[in-house]
């Protein structure tokens, strides 16, 4: 079983008898009845995408999904296409069922990436916790802005936009958490 506390981005479980994969955390809001989860969740069987409002103490069953370990080998348009490490078959994922975690990968990198199957059905990925990644574009830094909680837009290399220090400037380096986007600091060159 599955509480609502322990779902993220490309976790599979059963609603309403239908299963659904999180393709994005919308946030969180507390009101007087608690806690409330807000999701994109596409559904597995159909493919349909829609929001759900989860309560934080539901309780889900979790999805039987069969992963396979890969590499992201080229883009095709809106098209990932992944190598099997094992069987060298290629494996082809749309944008939209890659979710947020589109944004995190490129096919320069040398992550690990597990896709998801549903009935042999590649459904969704699970990236690494953290990923490093090059800022491409941002407003410059301010002498004097290197610590705080302020935080303004940047641009990554592979186009998606994610909020980071006043501090970061354009070619900087940076570790992303993929599960909610956030900045996690800037990397440390090998």
Do not use: W
Request: aromatic content about 8%.
């Amino acid at each position: 079983m599955l509480t609502t506390n322990e779902i993220r981005v490309g976790t599979a479980f059963m609603f309403e008898g239908a299963p659904f994969i999180v393709q994005r955390m919308l946030g969180q809001k507390s009101g007087r009845a608690g806690m409330v989860t807000k999701l994109r969740v596409k559904n597995i069987v159909t493919g349909g995408t829609q929001d759900l409002g989860l309560d934080a103490g539901e309780k889900f069953d979790e999805v039987d999904l069969e992963e396979k370990v890969v590499k992201l080998s080229y883009l095709d348009g809106d098209t990932f296409h992944f190598m099997d490490q094992e069987t060298y078959d290629d494996i082809a994922l749309e944008k939209e069922d890659l979710g947020d975690n589109f944004g995190y990968i490129s096919p320069d990198d040398d992550y690990d990436v597990t896709i998801t199957f549903y009935e042999g059905k590649a459904v969704g990925v699970k990236l690494p916790i953290q990923v490093t990644r090059v800022i491409t574009y941002c407003e410059p830094g301010v002498k004097g802005d290197t610590s705080g909680k302020s935080l303004k837009p940047a641009t990554l290399d592979t186009g998606v936009e994610v909020k980071v220090p006043l501090f970061c400037n354009t070619d900087d380096r940076i570790v992303i958490d993929t599960r909610d986007g956030s900045f996690v600091e800037r990397a440390k060159d090998k």
